[in-house]
């Protein structure tokens, strides 16, 4: 079973470890030359080279392959740019398979881990699971409804794949703590929540009012992820720093909070549903 709280080790990180050492090496760095003349500005410099060339990463297809992408407002949206809703489409897209692998990594580590004062269940971790799949398959099936091709990488998708490598690197290692993955989470859903709220006002711009309103419903479930990781990870922060009176409180009170935004987040969605089913 892996231990929650940091272990205390022979850590060498710090230099006030070896106070002889110490000294030389801040005589050292004062006495020394720098090897090469130069400031930041030099990176800089090399940066704009390459820059210069015009790389971009990737493209998007032709608009012209994308027939369902006129808009459900064509007349009121011409001149629009539909590139730009192809792009984040299928950034949402990647980022959404990602957070279902995220999550798969995540159960292994609770499985392998001691309790975390207030941390999740299997069960809650396997719901939130199953909605990042669902919102991958319908960002899947907007793509295909547009007349797009959601294996298509494009640039943004590329982007927020080398963006998530450190979520990634995080859950994977076999050395990290539940609670390490769960901020690792947090992260990821921070952005989930922005991408999806991005992507509701983009798909009203550009005239698709409909796919709007199904992006909402995905949003307030991404808003339940949310306030749900980060009352683990204040719990359990909490819950580990000790077992005295006032921390026992805190982890109450940060509960409290995290399952009072919960209950909000459902009200929402509730509230909304049975607006839906008004009209
Ligand atoms: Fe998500
Ligand atoms: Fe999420």
New binding site residues.
């Given amino acids: 079973m892996m231990k929650e709280s940091p272990s205390i080790g022979t850590n060498r990180t710090g230099m006030d470890l070896s106070p002889i050492d110490k000294k030389q090496l801040i005589d050292a760095t004062e006495s020394s030359i720098p090897s090469m003349a130069g400031d930041a500005g030099e990176i800089a410099d090399v940066r704009s080279e390459y820059m210069e060339g015009g790389a971009r990463v990737g493209s998007v297809p032709p608009p012209g392959k994308l027939k369902g992408i006129a808009s459900e407002m064509v007349d009121a949206l011409k001149g629009s740019n539909p590139s730009v809703l192809v792009d984040k489409l299928s950034e949402r897209l990647a980022f959404e398979r990602t957070?279902t692998r995220l999550y798969e990594a995540l159960v292994t580590k609770h499985q392998m881990a001691e309790p975390l004062p207030g941390g999740p269940t299997i069960e809650e971790l396997r719901k939130?699971q199953a909605?990042?799949l669902r919102h991958f398959e319908l960002v899947r099936d907007v793509i295909l409804r547009l007349g797009g091709d959601p294996t298509t990488v494009t640039p943004a998708a590329d982007v927020i794949a080398v963006t998530s490598l450190g979520l990634i690197q995080v859950l994977a290692d076999p050395r990290t703590t539940l609670l390490q993955c769960l901020e690792a989470i947090l992260t990821?859903?921070l952005v989930?929540n922005d991408g999806w709220s991005l992507l509701v006002r983009l798909a009203k711009a550009t005239g698709h009012p409909l796919i709007a309103t199904e992006f909402e419903s995905a949003l307030l479930v991404?808003e339940e992820?949310?306030a749900k990781v980060r009352s683990w990870v204040q719990a359990g922060t909490i819950g580990l720093a000790g077992p005295g009176p006032v921390a026992k409180e805190t982890v109450t009170g940060a509960v409290k909070s995290a399952v009072a935004d919960v209950a909000r987040s459902v009200a929402k969605s509730v509230a909304k549903d049975s607006t839906k089913k008004k009209h």
């Fill in positions: 957070g939130i909605d990042e990821a859903e989930d991404e992820h949310l």
